[in-house]
T-cell receptor, first 114, second 115 residues
């Protein structure tokens, strides 16, 4: 089955620690994205990548970092500089042509920082 | 700034009835819209999309209507079933230069189906 895999599903960290969330896709999509979702709210864009070795900041990039060394993978690091890291993190991908197309989402990682 | 929002945060509907979820957008340059369904603990699931050169599009039990004059989008679900209980998001999309597109999401509407 083609899709997007996020791991782990639940993640717990102590304040002050960096943590990396995994996202892998086998859809052969060029573009990948990270969104953050807080309880009862919509999704907000953290970072996105249109091609390998390139990525851009979204609307709430502060305290986060990403890399895109392979087409299939787009890991997100939540650093200790992120003031409010506890949230539900969603990775997505879409085909690489220049027209609008729907994003396909993984099932998320719920991060809790105490 | 530009935003996409929803009129009703919670919608209760009797099983078998039709559901209508509304969404207002403010960016008149928006040319692509998507509806997503999100069940608890899962990622959003694509339902249906519509481009701005259309005013109606139908899928299986779902219809999306677009009124560009008043910048309004709606999702109609026919014969609502218990499995339709979820949070529904509309999203405005803007194509990116190299690849992909940037979505701006509304806050979501929870649909509760009563047996």
């Amino acid at each position: 089955d083609g899709g997007i895999t996020q791991s782990p599903k639940y993640l717990f960290r102590k304040e002050g620690q960096n943590v990396t969330l995994s996202c892998e896709q086998n859809l052969n999509h060029d573009a990948m994205y990270w969104y953050r979702q807080d309880p009862g709210q919509g999704l907000r864009l953290i970072y996105y990548s249109q091609i390998v070795n390139d990525f851009q900041k979204g609307d709430i990039a502060e305290g986060y970092s990403v890399s895109r060394e392979k087409k299939e993978s787009f890991p997100l690091t939540v650093t200790s500089a992120q003031k409010n890291p506890t949230a539900f993190y969603l990775c997505a991908s879409s085909i690489g042509d220049r027209s609008n197309s729907p994003l396909h989402f993984g099932n998320g990682t719920r991060l809790t920082v105490t | 700034g530009e935003s996409v929002g929803l009129h009703l945060p919670t919608l209760s509907v009797q099983e078998g009835d039709n559901s209508i979820i509304n969404c207002a957008y403010s960016n008149s340059a928006s040319d692509y819209f998507i509806w997503y369904k999100q069940e608890s603990g899962k990622g959003p699931q694509f339902i249906i999309d519509i481009r701005s050169n259309m005013d109606k599009r139908q899928g299986q039990r779902v219809t999306v209507l677009l009124n560009k004059t008043v910048k309004h989008l709606s999702l109609q679900i026919a014969a609502t079933q218990p499995g339709d209980s979820a949070v529904y998001f509309c999203a405005e999309s803007r194509a990116l230069k190299a690849a992909g597109n940037k979505l701006t999401f509304g806050g979501g509407t929870r649909v509760l189906v009563k047996p």
